[in-house]
């Protein structure tokens, strides 16, 4: 039996890292459990919205991305039926809090970069959580090697089918009936896309081309808290890809979860880890619901094979789901 972590992470996903250098940036310990032997870097890139760049700001670690990714002037929706671009949308607008800025991010950079970050040992490998009990107000966490790891505070950031979101009595996520085919592809000599986020929706499917950097492509073909248990990123609000936010939205979730632990916890602190994670899940409720039903909507519209849906998406709708699409992401979660 090992002694008491104050804060245990659960996976060392986006959300796991952003939570856990969130907390060190506050002078507060924690501990990554990550069941994986490595860095998980699968996913290729994803879609990095004006919300994710802030909140990589208050990481510290926004301009490290910056730098090896392009910076995209315009989102254009071409029509699967006719070929012919059913929107454009200029990217280069001012949101609530300054101009937005987009790009397609490559996943493991993004992790390394995070990883990076942090002091030596935070991230403990090859260690999966498959049992929780309660001790009191300790959280006995039983390990799949045999051994016990004991926890003040568990936050769980370890995916769709999370333990922790499980132990706290959360729905398991409902099949969407759509999926989604992504890679990613190299150009030594160069591209030539330009700064153009391009999208082919209709037909039922939904398809993008969105280039990373000079040289690399991405294309896809397509209750929170307990105690002092709670869940954030993809076990906390699971959505489907239409809006590319399931990233930028656990990045948000690490920033916020360590300023309200960091705030209670931390130098100076005098707060409890249960009103700390209480007040993490008042200020991330709400905004999940709108970024899953939003997602889960502007799919529907997109990818519909109905008559009158495709007609009024052609004539109508495509514009304004763009628009949905960059208003989502006007939402700064603020400093540590």
Known sequence: MEGVEEIVIAGAGLAGLATALGLHRK??????????????????AFTTWTNAFRALDALGVGDKIREHHLL??????????TGEAAAKLSLKMQGKSGPHE????????????????????TIRYSSKIVAIEE??????????????IRANVLVGCDGVNSVVARWLGLHKPILSGRSATRGLAEHPAGH??????????????RSGVLP?????????????????????????????????Q?????????????????????????????AALAKYAGERRWRAVRLVTAAYFVGFVQQSSNPAI???????LSGLLARVMVDMADYDCGKL
């Not at 399931?246 to 409890?272: F, P, T, Y």
């Open 102 to 121: 987009i790009r397609c991010v490559k996943r493991n950079f993004l992790l390394e970069t995070l990883e990076n970050e942090l002091p030596e040992g």
């Open 72 to 81: 995209y002037e315009r989102l254009v929706a071409f029509s699967a039926s």
């Open 135 to 148: 001790e009191g107000n300790v959280k006995l966490l039983h390990m799949a090697d045999g051994s016990t």
């Open 310 to 316: 495709k007609f009024l998406r052609e004539k109508f």
């Open 212 to 244: 990373c950097s000079d040289t690399s492509v991405y294309w896809n073909y397509t209750c929170i808290c307990r105690g002092g248990v709670c869940v954030a990123g993809d076990a906390f609000h699971p959505m489907t890809p239409e809006l590319g």
């Open 192 to 205: 030539r896309l330009g700064p153009e986020l391009r999208q082919v929706i209709g037909h039922g499917c």
């Open 246 to 274: 399931g990233g930028c939205a656990a990045l948000e979730d690490g920033v916020v979860l360590a300023r309200c632990l960091g705030e209670a916890l931390g130098a100076g602190g005098h707060g409890s880890a249960e």
């Open 27 to 44: 002078g507060v310990r924690s501990v990554v459990l990550e069941s994986s032997a490595t860095l998980r870097a699968s996913g290729y």
